[in-house]
């Protein structure tokens, strides 16, 4: 993945996706505790994919934004769909390009028509951003070929400092309509709980196979903890983080601020 610099007729947008790819892939120090919780996030999702397809399998990646785990994939033999609303965003996408196949399909992912289905279909960060998040499912399912699988990661609606409400408690989620799609934590409107997980998977068909709970508050920077990361080396920050993750499921479930699932789509 190529680095790229900043230029003055940069679109709006793409000065947005840099000062993330800053954080994410470039090195930038000024915020450790997203960095850690992206890499954490990052390396995850990338082990679920080689766990369950080989190189030339191919991957639709809903609402990629600056596409870097796109470009990562794509650079590891995979056949990757890049798609999100932000159709300008592929030239931004493209400058980093280095090599390996990815192919862009810009647009809302529920009205969209693919020609194939996806042998996984990554929905990292997206699913706390839309008021229906069962419809959400349910169509991501249907872009799957039988035996596919499901990548999702999303915030940890256990987490003990999350104040947002579950779906399962909103009698009307078309109130929020007017504001989903909205991006970073700003646009969250609910945060789904290991139950919700199980019930959305079931209506929409699918399996969970794994969930993994991963980034606790030091690992986050969270609860005053980010002046912690300054001083602390990585391998001890990794440590504690291992630690965390091998605690019992309650207890994960309260330190934990992030939630990846990993879900299959049934042979027909």
Known sequence: MKKITPQSDWLESWNYSYKYDLLEIY???????????????FQHTLSFVQQVAPPGAKILDVAAAQGNFSLALAELGYIVTWNDLRSE?????KLKWEKGTINFAPGNVFTLDFPDSFDIILILEVIEHVAHPDDFLKKISRLVK??????????????IRNRLPKFSDCQ????????????DSDGHI???HLDE????AHQAGLTVQKIQLFNNPLTSGYMKM???LKILPHPVIQAVEKISSSSP????????TGTIVLLSCPEK
């Open 27 to 41: 090195g930038d120090l000024s915020n450790l505790g997203y960095a850690y919780a992206y890499t954490n996030r």
């Open 89 to 93: 965003l592929i030239d931004y996408v």
């Open 146 to 159: 039988p035996g596919g699988y499901i990548i999702m990661s999303t915030p940890n609606g256990e987490y």
């Open 172 to 183: 009307d989620p078309s109130q929020f309509e007017s504001i989903q799609f909205k991006p």
């Open 190 to 192: 609910f945060l789904l």
């Open 197 to 200: 997980v199980y019930s959305l």
């Open 226 to 228: 980010s002046s912690l």
């Open 249 to 256: 499921l309650f207890l994960q479930s309260k330190l934990h």
